[in-house]
């Protein structure tokens, strides 16, 4: 078993893109032995995975992605859940990973975001409308410059760009949602955007695929494990539950237990740190 430790990552250039992405990160492996096992957590970035020759098989809570010379290209993209996700990986990998920010892949999409994403993992068909999908496929893979690759695939994108209804409201409610200096309640933020329950929740959940309290969840979750696992100097994890709102001690480790399978302090002496510290993983060892 091979870890995963040659990844290389660039973030969008184009001005248009650096709105909806995080960032890009390419994984190739040169040997058919590879194999790569490891868990992801809940997150509210959303990635879009880009296989070159490859197969895979889903499962509710895991996935494997194969390499295998005679598939087509295979697109996977992730979708919402509340524990870890087992991913592996096998054979000659050559992919890109899309990481789109909360409410990005949307705009890259022609059906709402429930319907495209609604499992942890699926495989993603929605660019094969497009006519130029199999052109931008063929045209990524035949070079194996990455800047070029990233050139091409920004090109794609500015291409099949939609703004989506109702941009304003979503963002700023995605936006109190994950304030955590002030905390406001759903219903404030309702209130805010000038919508009742039943339409400010059916609007939400049919563009995040999942509910305001799940989603306010994930991110107080990404945003105490940013704070503890991405600085230099660890906080104790009390601060660090305080800064990200976790009042309840015993609601903190219970949230880390569902969503990562450890308590906080088990969960540092676990993780892998990749892509300038923006990739956490937790790679199972052999």
Not at 52 to 57: N, P, V
Not at 249 to 264: E, L, M, S, V, W
Request: glycine share 2%.
């Amino acid at each position: 078993m091979q870890h995963i430790t040659d990844v290389e990552h660039f973030y969008p250039s184009h001005p248009l893109l650096k709105q909806y992405i995080q960032y890009y990160y390419f994984l190739r492996t040169d040997s058919p032995d590879f194999v790569s096992q490891y868990y992801v957590f809940p997150n509210i970035l959303q990635s879009l995975n880009i296989h070159k020759h490859a197969y895979c098989r889903i499962e509710d809570t895991a996935i494997t992605v194969s390499s295998y010379p005679q598939a087509d290209p295979l697109l996977i993209a992730q979708g919402r859940y509340e524990q870890p996700h087992y991913v592996e990986l096998r054979g000659m990998v050559d992919k890109i990973t899309i990481v789109f920010n909360p409410l990005g892949l949307n705009h890259f999409i022609t059906k709402p975001l429930v319907e495209i994403t609604p499992n942890a993992s699926q495989v993603f068909t929605d660019w094969d409308q497009h006519s130029n999908h199999q052109g931008f496929i063929r045209a990524f893979f035949d070079t194996d410059s990455l800047e070029q690759r990233i050139r091409l695939l920004e090109t794609y994108l500015v291409a099949i760009y939609q703004p989506i209804p109702y941009e304003q409201i979503l963002t700023h409610a995605l936006l109190r949602l994950a304030d955590f200096d002030h905390e406001p309640t759903v219903r404030t933020i309702m209130d805010e955007v000038n919508m009742n329950v039943r339409t400010f929740h059916r609007l939400f959940v049919k563009n995040m695929s999942l509910s305001p309290a799940s989603y306010r969840k994930i991110a107080r979750f990404r945003h105490s494990l940013r704070d503890q696992v991405l600085h230099e100097h660890f906080k104790s994890l009390t601060q660090t539950g305080y800064e990200s709102n976790f009042y309840d001690q015993a609601y903190f480790i219970k949230t880390y237990r569902q969503f990562t399978g450890h308590n906080p302090k088990r969960l540092l002496k676990t993780i892998s740190k990749l892509a300038d510290n923006q990739l956490v993983m937790n790679v199972i060892d052999s």
